[in-house]
């Protein structure tokens, strides 16, 4: 098969997977994966844009870097916010119907950011709002076809080490193989792989894993984000994500002595930097406090502008009104990831990676809020027109080694997994710690062989070997 003949594997359905799937007409695209259970349709708070009155992307790169610990990369962060606006526009052609005041867009605050800069689309639906639109223009596109139901599960590489093949996994366990010379990776992060998580249950690093045991270069695995602001309510799987927009409107974090968490603590207070925000509330609890946030003073009113938001406090009894809604620290996003340059290409031919499984040094040890979407649009739709035109028209060379992640672990051995994680690499750590959950990994027969388990080892050594703190990654033994 030539290379003018293979289509474009683009695996991972969220937003970023949808902005390359779009972006690369007319070369025929496979898109393997659902929309419906990603995090892009889950995002609540929106996508970020120097776009209101005074402000410029300078100041956005400011906020960025601020945020990121002054570990990013600054001409990714220029590329980022200077792309911004036009992203902006780009998905309101798309049909996305952000919210508007008057003929101008509506604008939200969140933590980081020094002004108003978020672009939203149904109060706090953003995610929702996006994906659906973006699902829609694809659904007209001609040079697409979907494979909703099936995941990735093994790539094959030629004899010089390039991508040659994918193979595919439908729900009844069925497989098939398909040649292509490129392959995206838009998997998503590793959120699951942690006891609190605001991540559906696919963010489990499969992407990532597939990709290291391939031989691809990974980045900056040590730097998890931690969302200050899941509902703290009981039951597997995700745990609702209180956007923190809600701060922006001026929602305050208290204990159970009724203290404003963050008062003192920061000049920004509520507005703080996540990781910032993440680890007083992680400390409150880990001191025997329960955190709540309290919406009461933004009335009616105010609460209206976040339908989501309140619909999920009332589906487990909680009237933002009129009560406190209790908040843990989560996990949220993946800063780490497959290394990638500013085009998407990771260090294995033929394998490009985008959105929250790439790492391209953009976010640095922090995210800033609604940076994500903006990367998923930005490095989407740049990476897709890139692929648009194959590389060459070589004939493909055949197959010679297949990777697959191997053996997964049982539902009873990632719960052990993810507590231990949680335990040992949540919003403050401490080398005894990483390393006594290293050896736990190396010694548990039900984890030892599991991919998830050598991926947990190898967040762990990075987390291990950095030994001063930075940004999310805090060590308690470096104060």
Do not use: K, Y
């Not at 790492?359 to 998923?376: F, I």
């Amino acid at each position: 098969m030539s290379a003018a003949s293979s289509p474009l594997v683009v695996a991972g359905a969220g937003l970023a997977g949808l902005c390359v799937a779009l972006a690369a007409a007319p070369r025929p695209v496979l898109l393997v994966g659902g929309s419906a259970g990603s995090a892009s349709a889950l995002a609540q708070g929106g996508v970020a844009a120097a776009v209101g009155p005074g402000d410029r992307p300078a100041l956005h790169a400011a906020d960025t870097c601020r945020a990121g610990a002054g570990h990013n990369d600054v001409a990714m962060v220029s590329r980022l916010v200077d792309a911004a606006p036009d992203a902006v526009a780009w998905l309101a052609a798309q049909g996305v119907a952000f919210d508007r005041e008057g003929a101008a867009w509506a604008l939200g605050r969140e933590g980081g950011h020094g002004r108003a800069r978020i672009v939203h689309a149904g109060g706090d639906a953003s995610g929702h709002a996006i994906v659906a639109a973006m699902e829609r223009a694809l659904a007209a596109a001609a040079h697409a076809r979907r494979l909703p139901s099936h995941r990735l599960c093994a790539l094959a590489l030629s004899e010089s080490g390039a991508i040659a093949a994918v193979r595919l996994v439908a729900a009844d366990g069925a497989t098939i193989d398909i040649a292509t010379p490129d392959l995206v990776l838009a998997t998503g992060g590793i959120g699951s792989l942690f006891a609190a998580t605001t991540n559906p249950l696919s963010a489990d690093g499969n992407g990532l894993a597939l990709a290291l045991e391939a031989g691809a270069p990974g980045r900056d695995l040590e730097f998890v984000q931690f969302h200050p602001t899941a509902l703290a309510v009981p039951g597997e799987g995700p745990l609702p994500l209180l956007t923190e927009a809600l701060r922006g409107a001026g929602a305050v974090l208290r204990d159970d002595r009724g203290e404003a968490v963050m008062a003192g603590r920061h000049p920004l207070a509520d507005l703080a930097p996540r990781d910032v925000v993440a680890r007083e509330v992680w400390r409150r609890r880990q001191a025997g406090h329960d955190v709540f946030l309290d919406m009461r003073r933004l009335g009616d009113e105010g609460l209206a502008a976040f339908p989501t938001a309140v619909a999920l406090c009332r589906a487990h009894g909680i009237d933002p009104r009129r009560d406190l809604a209790p908040v843990t620290p989560a996990a949220h996003f993946h800063m780490g990831g497959i290394a990638v340059d500013a085009d998407g290409r990771s260090g294995l031919p033929g394998l490009h990676a985008v959105g929250e499984v790439a790492c391209s040094g953009v976010h640095g040890a922090n995210r800033l809020a609604s940076n994500s979407l903006l990367e998923c649009v930005v490095g989407g739709r740049a990476l897709g027109a890139r692929l648009s035109v194959p590389r060459d028209a070589r004939i493909q060379a055949a197959p010679r080694r297949w990777v697959q992640p191997g053996a997964g672990a049982n539902a009873a051995a990632l719960r052990a997994l993810r507590d231990l994680l949680w335990r040992s690499m949540g919003p403050v750590r401490d080398d005894a710690t990483l390393a006594e959950a290293e050896r736990q990994l190396r010694v548990d027969p039900s984890l030892a062989r599991t991919w998830q388990a050598r991926l947990a080892l190898r967040l762990l050594h990075a987390a291990r070997i950095r030994r001063a703190s930075l940004g999310a990654h805090h060590r308690a033994d470096s104060e």
